[in-house]
């Protein structure tokens, strides 16, 4: 075998190998139980709540449940900085994953065994128990990925974490309506719960992150305070940062508007539970996994910039395949391209979007930060879906909607290319990303 050969073989044995290192594999296990929560008061729920006949203002509104996602800063600093008794010998991140993990399988019970069409607030507040739950364990998962992920995973590690979240996602998705359709969404929830096991045994395998920095030991009201503001304050004084978050808030306004409303897309067309399982879980899981591969070949390529760029462009232009899917009316090949094309879209910013949030952290206040970034990024989308898409789907119907969330994506894209202008991308990175701009210069040559 000749030299370039040989070259060639390590050329492609070293773009592999990150996806077979032990960080990589905890963020795809990671990523499996971060994924089933969401889809239980997401896709799934909606499903539940039309089949029962609950109207569409109702069904929009309970996405508000999703709003405790975006709370969660208020109580990131507590995984941060509280010691748990006795099982906290296990380690900050692994004995709060334990918890949290325990919290999310007792919220998933709880809301299988509600009947929405015979007491509808109590589905909403265990909606609610569901989104508290899983954004606690949203907390721990994202800062035990960013802290096992080494500055060179960064991207590899957003793509296994993707790649789970996904499979756990759908799957979860999939399993509860294929058990409901033959034994009732009771079933269908209660045997997704054990979906929130492969990140609780991640921890408890690997152990503490290694690269988590502690600040101090959180005793007096004033290093309360402090673990409180801390986090902050570290990421305002950065140079760009209002501009940085103003974009987190903005970037994904259109796309939260439309998948939220999606499957009341699928119901007013009247597809089968089976046919959203076989094309929306099924084909957009595929989809999905196409779209993070690319996306982690563009990230490693392109790099940050230039990767994130095209995912806003992608989020924005993939609201309209369902435009087009409203026009058609009720057709199989319709589904499949509209499905098709946003995950991909979806599969590919999750890469890039998630890499690059990631690297805004500081490695000392990982869970506190990545929360505030994570939740803003969806608070708006969530907020207007939840109290004016139902609204707006009935006045001007699915195809004016999904073209305004068109319109929607525009400032996102706008801002990201300013910021990449006048280089406040590069300014606000966090130690976690603090290779990023070697590797950005690597991509650019």
């Not at 979007?353 to 969806?378: E, G, M, N, P, W």
Request: with cysteine; glycine share 10%; net charge neutral.
């Amino acid at each position: 075998m000749d030299a370039h050969s040989i070259e060639q073989r390590r050329g492609v044995w070293d773009a592999v190998k990150p996806y077979f290192e032990k960080e990589s594999l905890a963020a795809f296990a990671l990523g499996l139980s971060s994924g089933f929560p969401y889809a239980m008061i997401g896709a799934t729920l909606t499903t539940r709540l039309a089949q029962d006949g609950i109207d569409k203002k109702t069904v929009t509104a309970f996405t508000l449940a999703f709003l405790v996602y975006n709370l969660k800063i208020f109580w990131a600093w507590i995984i941060d900085g509280v010691r748990l008794p006795v099982i906290g010998k296990m380690g900050q991140r692994v004995s709060w994953m334990m918890v949290c993990g325990l919290l999310v399988i007792a919220a998933v019970l709880n809301l299988a065994f509600v009947n929405p069409a015979a007491d509808i607030g109590a589905t909403v507040i265990a909606a609610v128990l569901v989104g508290a739950a899983g954004a606690s364990f949203d907390i721990v998962i994202d800062a035990y990925r960013i802290e096992t992920l080494k500055p060179y995973q960064l991207g590899t590690g957003s793509g296994m974490s993707q790649y789970g979240w996904r499979i756990g996602s759908a799957g979860a998705g999939a399993l509860a309506l294929v058990l409901a359709a033959r034994h009732g969404w009771s079933v269908g929830y209660a045997a997704c719960a054990f979906f929130a096991l492969p990140a609780m045994l991640t921890a408890a395998l690997l152990g503490e992150p290694e690269r988590r920095k502690v600040v101090v030991e959180k005793r007096g009201v004033v290093e309360v305070w402090n673990s409180i503001a801390g986090p902050f304050g570290e990421f305002f004084r950065r140079n760009g940062a209002w501009l940085v978050l103003t974009f987190i808030f903005v970037h994904k306004i259109g796309d939260t508007l439309a998948n939220l409303t999606f499957r009341l897309l699928f119901d007013d067309l009247k597809f089968s539970n089976d046919e959203i399982a076989f094309y929306d879980v099924g084909l957009g899981f595929w989809a999905y996994f196409i779209g993070v591969f690319i996306g982690g070949v563009a990230f490693a390529k392109m790099g940050l910039k230039r990767s994130v760029m095209l995912s806003l462009i992608l989020m924005g232009v993939s609201n309209l395949s369902f435009a087009a899917l409203a026009a058609a009316g009720h057709s199989n090949w319709g589904m499949a391209g509209a499905i098709a094309f946003e995950n991909i879209a979806s599969g590919y910013g999750g890469v890039v979007i998630v890499a690059y949030f990631s690297a805004l952290c500081d490695l000392r206040y990982t869970a506190a930060q990545y929360a505030l970034i994570s939740a803003a990024a969806s608070v708006i989308g969530r907020t207007l879906t939840g109290t004016t898409a139902g609204t707006l789907i009935e006045a001007m119907g699915y195809v004016n909607f999904y073209l305004l969330t068109t319109v929607a994506s525009l400032p996102g894209m706008v801002l990201f290319w300013w910021m990449c202008r006048t280089g406040l991308v590069d300014q606000a990175m966090g130690t976690a990303g603090e290779d990023v701009a070697e590797l950005e210069a690597e991509a650019a040559n």
